[in-house]
């Protein structure tokens, strides 16, 4: 691992904005690497179906079209490494990363790490997870068979959720702190017609109780302040997603969200990084937006290591 | 080069709480995405751990009872059992450097 590693482009993510700059970087013949901490495929590989990509009428399962993309941007040279960036520096011109598996040196860097789950923050979150507190439907909901559930949030991710989990409980409850969803028409229009789903609107969970698990959840309605508890086994949090961008706070310039802000070239205000994804400041969270997003790096990080 | 090594609801006893080294159990199924996240790196766990801590993989879709047993109800969940009885247990994906620190910890 203490070889001398240099790339003429190194891309930090391996989801479909990740991929998609690596296909066009690898097509470009330029020596080019993806750095991802995990398995490629970013947050689809959560989603279970992907109903909204361009080309799939009967949508595609996350997990294939993760796998499809990565053996794409392989098979035109992508060289892909398992580790987690720490730090990005800066050596004249030269982008040094410090990642879990030493250094590595590149000329341009493509941002592309996407994001993750908020948690909710409130009692009883850490100590039931993986005892009741789950953040992956399609993960989990095959362990929460004719039991009630709720979701928290409002959004395209709650909904999904709730969708998903009527596969395998008895109720699934919505709890949401607005008094409308936030989620795409399609699937508020699937979530009002589905029997199991019951709304609780302008409420917020106060806490998560139980005894070795989940139980039931301390709810209080944010109008009235009235507060009430809700008995279930499991709640699935969807309440939106942070960047991961922690490592680059002094680094390129972020929105106070923490997304990082970019031109429509994808450029940040360093010269030679890029940004791509969900990660981006306006990003609207979505693959074909993404996989844009990933071929604009790609072909800008060219043009700057080619003097623009 | 180790790999690790599927058990089943038949062999957990023999393999797992039997087992004279601690053994970690990777708890998955095949429609869960972060179980393909945490795979690979089980998997160069069982070859920098050879000998000294057993890696297992464990489907919890065809092994309802043991998932059971334990608890399971997120995956991926690793269990680290030492002398038949789980001592540590990560739920979700978590990159390498922090799994080794785990297992070191439990070493």
Known sequence: MSAKREYEVVIIGGGPAGLTAGIYAARARLKSLLVEKGAAGGWIINAGVVENYPGFPDGVNGLELADAMQRQAVKFGLEMLTAEVNGIGLKGEQKILKTSEGDITARAVIVAGGSDRVKLGVPGEEEFTGRGVAYCAVCDGYFYRDVPVAVVGGGNAAMNEALELTKFASRVYVIHRRGELRATKILQERAFADKKIEFLWETVVEAIEGQDKVKRLRLKNVKTGKKSSLDISGVFVAVGFRPNTGYLKNMVALEDNGTIITNEKMETNVPGILAAGDIRSSSIRQVAAAVGDGAVAAVYAERYLAGK | ?107
């Open chain 2, 1 to 107: 080069m180790s790999k690790p090594v599927a058990v089943s609801d038949s062999d957990f006893d023999q393999i797992v709480l039997q087992s004279k080294t601690p053994v970690l159990v990777d708890f998955w199924a095949a429609w869960c995405g972060p179980c393909r996240m945490v795979a690979p790196v089980v998997e160069e766990l069982a070859g920098e751990y050879a000998g000294k801590i057993t890696m297992a993989k464990l489907n919890v879709d065809e092994n309802p009872k043991t998932a059971s047993q334990y608890s399971i109800m997120s995956i991926p969940t690793l269990l680290i059992f030492k002398k038949g009885a789980p001592v540590s247990n990560i739920v979700g994906f978590r990159p390498k450097a922090e799994l080794k620190k785990t297992i070191d910890a439990v070493l």
